[in-house]
Nanobody, 121 residues
């Protein structure tokens, strides 16, 4: 059974940084793309970033491009999201995901439980 466990969220001031981690288990990690999504209160869950199984291909939502970086360590079954220059509008619960179908949150196969990121102004 696939399990995804996120960590690294917290409270940070605007302009600060955080690094989220997600440890995956249950299957061969390097065979699958991984992604990060987020959901703010009262809003739909939205795509943030994704990375291919090898790590060679990444893509980002326009709202985070140039500030966030997704990476993975296949030896550790872990995917990361480095977040820089955080803004109050980045406040959300961040979810790790796999079995992706593009950027559509409704077709994600597996989700983690999420980690809260709060950016104060």
């Amino acid at each position: 059974q696939v399990q995804l466990v996120e960590s690294g969220g917290g409270l940070v001031q605007a302009g600060g940084s955080l690094r989220l981690s997600c440890v995956a288990s249950g299957r061969t990690f390097s065979n699958y793309a991984m992604g990060w999504f987020r959901q703010a209160p009262g809003k739909e869950r939205e795509f943030v970033a994704q990375i291919s199984g090898s790590g060679g291909i990444t893509s980002y939502a326009d709202s985070v491009k140039g500030r966030f970086a997704i990476s993975r360590d296949n030896a550790k079954n872990t995917v990361y999201l480095q977040m820089l220059k955080l803004k109050p509008e980045d406040t959300a619960v961040y979810y790790c995901a796999t079995d992706l179908r593009g950027r559509n949150s409704r077709t994600v196969g597996y989700w983690g439980r999420g980690t809260q990121v709060t950016v104060s102004s």
